[in-house]
């Protein structure tokens, strides 16, 4: 069974269980959020409320994605609180360490605790060795940018039936990539927006680069810190989705 990941690696202990969020990510409100609720940078802090800015942004991505045309997205989510673990439909329980996307239950799942780490800066990205600083409101955007990004790829074909991998079109690292590329998309049509301030998108590139792996012939390598940076870059840079296809067709 696939689930697909921001980190190569999720572990699996089974705490408690929640329901999923109420609303479906595209039906993000017709005002932009306020600013007490998300658009101010925190640097070194995360919010008291983590549930309220990952729900007010993921409303916000389903709302970007809805007004592109050709689609009409649709993903539940999911944000466990620290210590709380939900079962996927994909049979993975989530961690304080997740952050994925199921597309067996169409539902993007985020621990509070790991966005509050990344925010932070002591994500702990392997044992023993922590992130070297925070990534802010914006590295947390990032995330979420990301695993919406798989929904949309679900919706539009580009990968196969999520319970047999060799049914993939495209090699793994090739979409998770592609998703990193398109979060670029969406944090540039933020900046466009005037929802980003000095530095945000410094922090998104901070925590591209600090999910990156080396594990190449691990069957869930994402790519490299320097590809997932230059991934991101191509969307954040031109800003339109169609650029991410250099990504998608690349050899890597």
Same mark, same amino acid.
């Given at each position: 069974?696939? %689930?697909r990941?921001? #980190?190569?690696?999720v #572990?699996?202990? %089974?705490?408690?269980f929640?329901?999923? *969020?109420? !609303?479906?990510?595209?039906?993000a409100?017709?005002?932009?959020?306020? &600013?007490?609720?998300?658009?101010? #940078?925190?640097? *070194?802090?995360?919010?008291?409320?983590? +549930?309220?800015? !990952?729900?007010?942004?993921?409303?916000? /991505?389903?709302?970007?994605w809805?007004?592109?045309?050709?689609?009409?997205?649709?993903?539940? @989510?999911?944000?466990?609180? &620290?210590?709380e673990?939900?079962?996927?439909?994909?049979? %993975?329980?989530?961690?304080?360490?997740? #952050?994925? +996307?199921?597309?067996?239950?169409?539902?993007?799942?985020?621990s509070q605790?790991?966005?509050?780490?990344?925010?932070?800066?002591?994500?702990? /990205?392997?044992?023993?060795q922590?992130?070297?600083?925070p990534?802010?409101?914006?590295?947390?955007?990032y995330?979420? *940018?990301?695993? @919406?990004?798989?929904?949309?790829?679900?919706?539009?074909?580009?990968?196969?039936?999520p319970? /047999?991998?060799?049914?993939?079109? $495209?090699?793994? /690292?090739?979409?998770?990539?592609?998703?990193?590329?398109?979060?670029?998309?969406y944090?540039?049509?933020?900046?466009d927006?005037?929802q980003?301030?000095?530095?945000?998108p410094d922090?998104?590139v901070?925590?591209?680069?600090?999910?990156?792996? +080396?594990?190449?012939?691990?069957?869930?390598?994402? *790519?490299t810190?320097?590809?997932?940076?230059?991934?991101?870059?191509?969307g $954040?840079?031109?800003?339109?989705p169609?650029?991410?296809?250099?990504? !998608?067709?690349a050899? $890597?």
């Amino acid at each position: 069974m696939r %689930v697909r990941r921001l #980190a190569a690696v999720v #572990a699996a202990a %089974v705490v408690s269980f929640s329901g999923l *969020g109420a !609303l479906p990510a595209q039906a993000a409100p017709a005002e932009q959020p306020t &600013a007490s609720a998300a658009t101010r #940078a925190i640097a *070194g802090s995360s919010p008291e409320n983590m +549930y309220e800015f !990952l729900e007010t942004w993921m409303l916000d /991505i389903g709302g970007y994605w809805s007004s592109v045309p050709g689609l009409a997205p649709f993903a539940y @989510y999911s944000f466990p609180a &620290a210590g709380e673990s939900v079962e996927s439909g994909c049979g %993975v329980p989530t961690t304080d360490d997740s #952050a994925f +996307y199921c597309p067996l239950d169409d539902t993007v799942f985020v621990s509070q605790s790991l966005a509050a780490r990344i925010w932070d800066g002591t994500f702990e /990205i392997y044992p023993g060795q922590f992130a070297a600083g925070p990534a802010g409101d914006t590295g947390v955007l990032y995330v979420l *940018g990301h695993e @919406y990004a798989h929904n949309l790829q679900g919706e539009l074909g580009l990968y196969g039936d999520p319970t /047999i991998s060799a049914d993939d079109p $495209y090699p793994l /690292i090739n979409t998770e990539l592609h998703a990193d590329c398109w979060s670029g998309v969406y944090l540039r049509a933020k900046l466009d927006a005037g929802q980003l301030e000095e530095g945000d998108p410094d922090e998104a590139v901070w925590a591209a680069a600090r999910v990156g792996d +080396y594990a190449y012939d691990n069957p869930t390598h994402h *790519g490299t810190p320097d590809q997932r940076v230059a991934a991101f870059l191509v969307g $954040y840079d031109n800003g339109q989705p169609i650029a991410c296809d250099e990504v !998608l067709f690349a050899q $890597y």
